[in-house]
């Protein structure tokens, strides 16, 4: 979203004001007391914030926010219905969708972020890597880093029967298909899904791969990294900055720097839901779309916003630990800060919006590694995105709040075709363009067509 005047005098109004300047039409829910998973990391904030500043309150809902154990767990109690939403993977709803690990109609009214992720290698890795990676005046390494200088390290230890470990999130995972883009951009085979001339089918990916990509949660990053399980890992914040403080492995790239302002996490619920409970989807909607706009309004919320998810219940991770990003700057050496004021962005640049065009991107990706087995034409990837990434739910809850005096229409970007503008702001650079899916898995050197 392009910021207007109107938009920014109201994000600053929202730094004093908690109801910004509306007020709220209470909807006739059918549903007032809910409970919403989230995991551990900082892209818990929306959920978080729109709990602690009362904007659930303000829509007539009493919410209860639970960490789960990990991300299988957390999907399989929404589509149990033992939770009604939650924090997801922007794949997620994807993947339930096509049938990739499990089988159900799940879909998103909103994004919570953009951006958010890095990755992370060990210390004796970036050792190895630091040699072959461009110095600025100063000497220190020019971002962003590619894998170029990583591919060495891999093909000698697979050379030696002993393939490297990595870590991720979940299978569908944005950071899963990150960390496989940033190593094939650098000519290094991640592994697929599916061979496609054998019908040999890998649950875990790794076929005929240069080096082993496996799941591990996101808390647990830091600490099975230090005890030599994997040599790297591609997970959400606080877990990179936390090596960083811990000194067990350097940051080598972000994921606004693989792909500025990637799609990071979207608030998941059954379809089932959105049917039976249409006001509650559109209210809760509506309190998140306040969240994440009161954590894009100012540093002095993002400050706020890191002391509260510090606590045990939350993200509880240190303070400084989380701040570390989540207020414009991302260490990646010690004492290497530098400015990232977009490494999270909740609001700013439509980051709420639910795009067809970002689902598409996932389905893309899906076909790529081979968890989608067959090649589909254009029309199949733009009607299911819009089945799961539900602009519709989404462009009435934001049309409820502008009738309410929270946001302009100016605010949104109301009335599109769902799809954002091509980009190449890809660290291969590559051009994206949401309507030929086809033709953007045909420029790839590695990757299923």
């Known amino acids: 979203m392009k910021f207007t005047l109107t938009t920014l005098a109201r994000l600053a109004l929202m730094i004093t004001a908690p109801a910004f300047a509306g007020t709220t039409e209470l909807l006739d829910v059918e549903k007032d007391q809910l409970k919403i998973g989230f995991i551990k990391l900082t892209d818990c904030a929306p959920l978080v914030i729109a709990k602690e500043k009362g904007f659930f309150e303000d829509e007539g809902l009493i919410v209860e926010v639970e960490a789960q154990a990990n991300w299988k767990v957390l999907l399989d109690r929404v589509i149990t219905g033992e939770l009604d939403g939650a924090h997801m993977l922007a794949g997620q709803p994807i993947g339930a969708t096509v049938g990739f690990g499990i089988k159900a109609e799940v879909i998103t009214p909103i994004s919570l972020d953009y951006n958010g992720n890095a990755i992370t290698v ?205 207020t414009g700057t991302f260490e990646y050496e010690p004492g290497d800060k530098r400015a990232a004021p977009d490494f999270n962005v909740f609001f700013k640049h439509d980051a709420t919006y639910p795009w067809a065009s970002d689902c598409v991107w996932y389905l893309t990706q899906m076909v790529r590694w081979g968890q989608v087995k067959e090649q589909k034409p254009d029309a199949w990837y733009a009607e299911t995105a819009k089945s799961v990434y539900r602009a519709d739910i989404y462009e009435q809850a934001a049309k409820l709040l502008i009738k309410e005096g929270f946001f302009t229409d100016k605010d949104f970007p109301l009335g599109t075709d769902g799809f954002r503008e091509p980009s190449s702001e890809f660290i291969d650079g590559k051009t994206y363009d949401g309507h030929k899916p086809n033709d953007y898995l045909k420029a790839f050197e590695i990757g299923l067509k």
């Open 122 to 326: 060990s210390n004796a890795v970036w050792e190895k890597m630091k040699p072959a990676i461009p110095k600025d005046a100063d000497g220190k390494p020019v971002h962003p880093i590619k894998a170029d200088s990583f591919k060495p390290i891999v093909m000698e230890a697979k050379a030696t029967g002993k393939p490297l470990q990595f870590g991720m999130v979940f299978p569908v995972s944005t950071h899963n298909y990150e960390l496989r883009y940033w190593l094939a951009a650098g000519g290094i085979n991640p592994g697929f899904y599916f061979d496609p001339k054998s019908g040999e089918e890998n649950i875990p990916g790794v076929l005929n791969g240069d080096l082993v990509i496996s799941v591990t949660p996101p808390p647990q990053m830091p600490s099975t990294l230090e005890a030599g399980t994997i040599v790297g890992y591609c997970v959400g914040e606080p877990w990179n900055q936390q090596a960083v403080f811990k000194k067990i492995g350097v940051p080598v790239v972000t994921d606004h720097e693989i792909w500025a302002y990637n799609p990071e996490k979207v608030f998941g619920i059954t379809k089932a839901f959105a049917e039976k409970n249409p006001n509650t989807t559109l209210a809760l909607t509506k309190a998140i779309i306040r969240a994440c706009a009161w954590l894009d309004a100012s540093p002095e919320n993002r400050k706020e916003a890191v002391k509260i998810l510090s606590r045990p219940n939350y993200v509880g991770a240190d303070e400084a630990v989380i701040a570390n990003s989540m």
